[in-house]
């Protein structure tokens, strides 16, 4: 029989929490972290799954000890908000931040150091009174030095350069508040985009088309993106009736949003599902939270899900491990 994997949940105001008996029972793992932290980002290294990094209000943290113990990176982030991260699978010391306000680093050392990248980002959202963020980062599979960021509010960039050239990749959104990316491979290979009032693909970079989502979902505003590598070629989508609402489910499509379906995650959610998480090395496991402190777990890749018994006031972000 398989080992149970270790989860891990980023809290906002409650830090770090672990469960080593795959969500059943739950405990606080922030030693070294404020322990009424925010936490809205957590990335695994690729190859040592006792390291992980955290995206908390007070810069990046990092644990080589599986949560037993973290550090702050020092770094320019240390009095700001990191909102999404992301680590190369090939060269697992490249690191990417995103924060609050908006702008990206990128660490080439594991996090001992880092560089703030010249890219040009919003600095406010007009007509909407909150700051520009850097929601997700998604380093390409088939080539680390091309990254894919969304930013609310404020559209795609690209680079193809490991950062140091970027350009904006944003004509035909239905919104330019992204939520969430997930990069299907293919020929051509597709982008999908959760935003705020649709769902939108790309396969040449040029021009977005939205999929009309609200003919599909009860509620169009899209939170989570991830996409599926099991041969199915399946997207999930995490939606709700807004952020963060009090009504939420899970969606999937596995033709890149011809058809969908909704997953049973046995109830519809107490607010919009938030993040989904996956790890290669654990096969079949798939976790979703709502961002009201709801988690779903399913084993075998989503075709059955059970809604943890432990509730938390607000979950950002979830990682798994073996």
Known sequence: MAQTPTIYAGTVGQSVWRSKDGGDSWGRAS???FPESEVRALAVHSTDTRILFAGTDEGVFRTADGGDNWERLDSPMNDMQVWSLAIGKE???????GTCPSSLFKSTDGGGSWKQLDVELAEECPGVPIIPRVTSIAIDPDDDQTVYVGVEIDGMRVTTDGGETWVERSEGLSSLDIHGLA??????????????NDVCVTTDLNQWTPLSVKDHFPWPYCRAAMYLPNGSGRVYIGAGNGPPGDEGGLFYTDDLGKTWGRADLGMTANSTIWCLARQPAVPGWILACSVSGQLFRSTDDGA???KLPHEFGEV????IVP
Do not use: E, F
């Open 91 to 97: 060269n697992p010391d490249t690191v990417y931040a």
């Open 304 to 306: 059955s899900w059970s």
């Open 31 to 33: 030693a070294g972290i």
């Open 183 to 196: 990069l299907v491979p293919g020929t051509p290979k597709a982008i999908v985009a959760a935003t705020n």
């Open 316 to 319: 950002r972000a979830l990682a």
